[in-house]
Antibody
Framework: EVQLVESGGGLVQPGGSLRLSCAAS????????MNWVRQSPEKGLEWVSYISGSSGTIYYADSVKGRFTISRDNGKNSVYLQMNSLRAEDTALYYC????????????WGQGILVTVSS | QSALTQPASVSGSPGQSITISCTGTSSDVGTYNYLSWYQQHPGKAPKLMIYDVSNRPSGVSNRFSGSKSGNTASLTISGLQAEDEADYYCSSYTTSSTLEVFGTGTKVTVL
């Protein structure tokens, strides 16, 4: 059974940093690209970042480029999102989502982790 | 990159069919068939319902179907059931500076 479990969220002040983790199980992790997607009442669902299985290809949404860094450790079956210079508008529920194999979609999602940026 | 446009709400009675539209541009929906649909119940993570415009993942009811014409994609739910009441989001690959763009979301109410 495919499982994705996020951790590392919480309350942080504007300008602060946070590192999200997503532990994967139930599939050959290194064969799949992974994504972070966030959801807030104001913006709905918003794709944040993508990393290929080998970490050779990485993409970011314009809204987080230069502030967030995605990475993965295939030995630990985990993907990470380092978030720096956090802003109030980064407040959201952050989901880890597996990329569909050989096409573009998100076939499995974690339960989400809440990030709140507030003073 | 602006979000894809969906109606805020759609409703129907049990057994009826409803259709949700998803309008984008030639940079996304109009050019690529990487169009997917997600169902989200309150407090739950999104669930993939349709990918590549009209393909259903294993386990998804054949009451759900997808199509596309020009810059607009559609999700049709036939034989509407109470369990279909949820939020629905479309998503498309895009050639803009971002990789993927989601729709604004549609709340489906079963009357």
């Amino acid at each position: 059974e495919v499982q994705l479990v996020e951790s590392g969220g919480g309350l942080v002040q504007p300008g602060g940093s946070l590192r999200l983790s997503c532990a994967a199980s139930g599939f050959n992790f290194s064969s799949y690209s992974m994504n972070w997607v966030r959801q807030s009442p104001e913006k709905g669902l918003e794709w944040v970042s993508y990393i290929s299985g080998s970490s050779g290809t990485i993409y970011y949404a314009d809204s987080v480029k230069g502030r967030f860094t995605i990475s993965r450790d295939n030995g630990k079956n985990s993907v990470y999102l380092q978030m720096n210079s956090l802003r109030a508008e980064d407040t959201a529920l952050y989901y880890c989502a597996r990329d569909c194999f050989s096409t573009r979609c998100f076939d499995y999602w974690g339960q989400g982790i809440l990030v709140t940026v507030s003073s | 990159q602006s979000a894809l446009t969906q109606p805020a709400s759609v409703s129907g009675s049990p057994g009826q069919s409803i259709t949700i539209s998803c309008t984008g541009t030639s940079s996304d929906v109009g050019t690529y068939n990487y169009l997917s649909w997600y169902q989200q119940h309150p407090g739950k993570a999104p669930k993939l319902m349709i990918y590549d415009v009209s393909n259903r993942p294993s386990g998804v009811s054949n009451r759900f179907s997808g199509s596309k014409s020009g810059n607009t994609a559609s999700l049709t739910i036939s034989g509407l059931q109470a369990e279909d009441e949820a939020d629905y989001y479309c998503s498309s690959y895009t050639t803009s500076s971002t990789l993927e763009v989601f729709g604004t979301g549609t709340k489906v109410t079963v009357l």
